[in-house]
T-cell receptor
Framework: SQKIEQNSEALNIQEGKTATLTCNYTNYSPAYLQWYRQDPGRGPVFLLLIRENEKEKRKERLKVTFDTTLKQSLFHITASQPADSATYLCALDMRGNTPLVFGKGTRLSVIA | DTEVTQTPKHLVMGMTNKKSLKCEQHMGHRAMYWYKQKAKKPPELMFVYSYEKLSINESVPSRFSPECPNSSLLNLHLHALQPEDSALYLC??????????????FGEGSWLTVV
């Protein structure tokens, strides 16, 4: 069966450390993988997109990797800050007229 | 600030009421979406409109009725809802439905409480 899993429901880290969130999938062949941030009571906001033929993408303190052999994406936030506390959702972007498939999200708490 | 505008932000309705949620975007996007989200769960897709035609209905009960009057507007008509339908309803849009690295722009959501 098709599955998309984000490894932790919740992750607590100390301010200044690097947060690493994992997204694994099975029986999907995404053309792209996207990451979104969602704050409580608000809609998700797009952060980064990585293509299947890209290994890594960076944007400021964010880095995403995509390994289509392992069927995994890692999302890193370096020098984390309390303001980074939110839920982070990965989403698979398939070929064809299909909408994004969202993971359940990881709730990140950065403690000062 | 999001470029997808949803109204109302909060709605309380009785089980016999008829109400509507509204959504507007002016980015020229041709795909528009309704999602339902319960606490601590990911957004759950309900409907997708592509070029103003209903493209996907994820087996949503008929008490939810979507409408796309034009390329900028999307409505969700609500009738005879149940308390378990209480949730955050998110509208979203993207350039088009086909995969081309489209990103989805979400509205702030409408909080619905059914009493």
């Amino acid at each position: 069966s098709q599955k998309i899993e984000q490894n932790s429901e919740a992750l607590n880290i100390q301010e200044g450390k690097t947060a690493t969130l994992t997204c694994n999938y099975t029986n999907y062949s995404p053309a792209y993988l996207q990451w979104y941030r969602q704050d409580p009571g608000r809609g998700p906001v797009f952060l980064l997109l990585i293509r299947e033929n890209e290994k890594e993408k960076r944007k400021e303190r964010l880095k995403v990797t995509f390994d289509t052999t392992l069927k995994q994406s890692l999302f890193h936030i370096t020098a984390s800050q309390p303001a980074d506390s939110a839920t982070y959702l990965c989403a698979l972007d398939m070929r064809g007229n299909t909408p994004l498939v969202f993971g359940k999200g990881t709730r990140l708490s950065v403690i000062a | 600030d999001t470029e997808v505008t949803q109204t109302p932000k909060h709605l309380v309705m009785g089980m016999t009421n008829k109400k509507s949620l509204k959504c507007e975007q002016h980015m020229g996007h041709r795909a528009m979406y309704w999602y339902k989200q319960k606490a601590k769960k990911p957004p759950e897709l309900m409907f997708v409109y592509s070029y103003e035609k209903l493209s996907i209905n994820e087996s949503v009960p008929s008490r939810f009725s979507p409408e796309c009057p034009n390329s900028s507007l999307l409505n969700l008509h609500l009738h005879a809802l149940q308390p378990e339908d209480s949730a955050l309803y998110l509208c979203a849009s993207s350039q088009m439905l086909q995969s081309s690295g489209n990103t989805i722009y979400f509205g702030e959501g409408s909080w619905l409480t059914v009493v």
